[in-house]
């Protein structure tokens, strides 16, 4: 399944948003955004590294250097090419930045993900 098809389940809302089982479009809606904004650096990371490093290796680093501060992409990106060596900045800045869906990390990772 794509971001796409995934987006599909959003269902748009008319009229009252207040109302039991409202959901706000994909567009809208932060709870989906937010999950698109973490799975598709973690699928990166793994496919990138074949799997030595993940989304959960990068917080680890945040909780032990950062824990006290704010922490913005621009302090992800760096513990990230420290980890990797590799630069995710136009990768942050199309997808976590900016409202790209990331279809072609979901296809890369593999259907099973999503089944």
Known sequence: MDAEELSGVMVEVVGDRTAKGAVLDKNEDVYF???LASMAPD???RLDTYG???LKDVMCV????YARDWVGSDVLI???RDLTGRDYTEFFDD???DTKYPDEI????GPELFE
């Open 62 to 65: 945040v909780n032990t250097k």
């Open 33 to 35: 955004n937010g999950a």
């Open 95 to 97: 997808y976590v930045r």
């Open 43 to 45: 699928i990166r990371l």
């Open 52 to 54: 030595e490093f993940t």
């Open 106 to 109: 979901f296809d890369a990772a």
């Open 78 to 80: 760096k513990i990230i």
